[in-house]
């Protein structure tokens, strides 16, 4: 893991950009974005996790519920991506080695995979459990595991700001 | 802060409440970070509920939820989320009183908190005394609009300002927020 160590992070942190946020409210201002835009992503795509365990908004088809939500999902995240990056730039050598950091990107990527199952494997059945009131097994793994993976991710952004 | 607060925050301090805040956030390993996540999914729930229905009734999310429908489904989680809310936010709360009933940015919290849970509270109890309360006519719908424009801006303030609260003492107790993060590291 030699490219943790690169030089580049201290580059970054000594960028104009990384001084002027992380010397002023800019830096705050971008965390409260942050922890908004978070809970947002959380909390639209919480429905459609609980109506693919069949817990919640069962009136509602899947495909309804994810087409209305889903955007809202990602909207949300583009916005705490950039400003999680705007954070991230301040103090960019300290973060690449921080564990909860390194954690929370993992987990970020197995959400995204998770995702990604969902949407271009499973989703080409939809038309077999779209409406169905209990759902099967299948979408209730993958229901509970976003679940779970979008809390860790939490979790361990948070723990971030206990370690650096 | 207005005096009854800060009284408030001198009373729980050196009280048993504070003790066992201290003692919790202190002796179990990890408890900070995950007090705060379960404060953040708390967060979510509010987002995921009363500012999504606040969004739909802008026009803006969801227009294939019926408007009275989301309020019976969702607005029960909203409370249950607030609840959850003030026992994980009370164990900081309690740990360090005078912390955060000193703290004017906590002040600004409370004062987006308490009209926002009032707002909703109206905004719930009227939609139980008439079928489709808020969806009748026209001027129940711009009522309903105007509620829902106030409301989002009140629940994304208080999110806000309570991650503003960490962030406050640099600017107004300077030497205390050096004191307090040398001995008491999960503060930030």
């Known amino acids: ?164 | 802060m207005p005096a009854f607060l800060t009284n408030l925050g001198g009373l729980i301090d050196g009280s048993s409440l504070q003790t066992f805040a201290l003692w919790a956030l202190r002796e179990i390993p990890g408890f900070p970070p995950i007090i705060q996540t379960v404060h953040l999914l708390g967060i979510a729930v509010v987002m995921g509920t009363v500012v999504m229905l606040d969004l739909r009734i802008l026009g803006l999310a969801v227009r294939s939820q019926k408007i009275s429908e989301m309020i019976e489904r969702l607005l029960p989680w909203t409370w249950i989320a607030l609840v959850t809310n003030f026992i994980s936010g009370g164990f900081f709360l309690f740990a360090r009183p005078n912390r955060y009933f000193n703290n004017p940015i906590f002040g600004w919290k409370l004062s987006f908190l308490i009209p926002a849970i009032l707002l909703t509270l109206f905004f719930h109890l009227l939609s139980k005394t008439q079928q489709d309360y808020w969806e009748l006519n026209s001027q129940r719908l711009w009522a309903a609009r105007g509620i829902a424009l106030l409301s989002l801006g009140l629940w994304i303030m208080v999110a806000m300002a309570g991650r503003w609260i960490a962030y406050s003492e640099y600017i107004y107790f300077p030497a205390e927020a050096l004191l307090n993060s040398l001995s008491l590291p999960w503060t930030a």
């Open chain 1, 1 to 164: 893991m030699e490219f943790l160590h690169s030089p580049i992070w201290i580059d970054i942190e000594n960028w104009p950009l990384s001084w002027e946020i992380g010397g002023t409210s800019w830096f705050p201002f971008l965390e409260s974005i942050h922890v908004i835009a978070a809970a947002m992503v959380v909390g639209s795509i919480l429905t459609v996790d609980l109506r693919l365990l069949g817990l919640a908004a069962r009136r509602y088809s899947i495909s309804t519920l994810s087409r209305e939500l889903v955007p809202w999902s990602w909207g949300a995240f583009v916005l705490a991506t950039i400003t999680g990056l705007g954070m991230f730039i301040t103090r960019a050598a300290s973060h690449v080695v921080n564990p909860a950091f390194q954690w929370k990107l993992v987990l970020l990527m197995l959400a995204g995979l998770n995702m990604a199952y969902f949407h271009f494997r499973v989703y080409k059945h939809i038309a077999e459990w779209d409406t169905a009131r209990a759902t099967p097994t299948q979408l209730k793994v993958i229901g509970g595991l976003s679940l779970f993976l979008w809390s860790g991710v939490m979790l361990a952004g948070r723990w971030v700001g206990h370690i650096v």
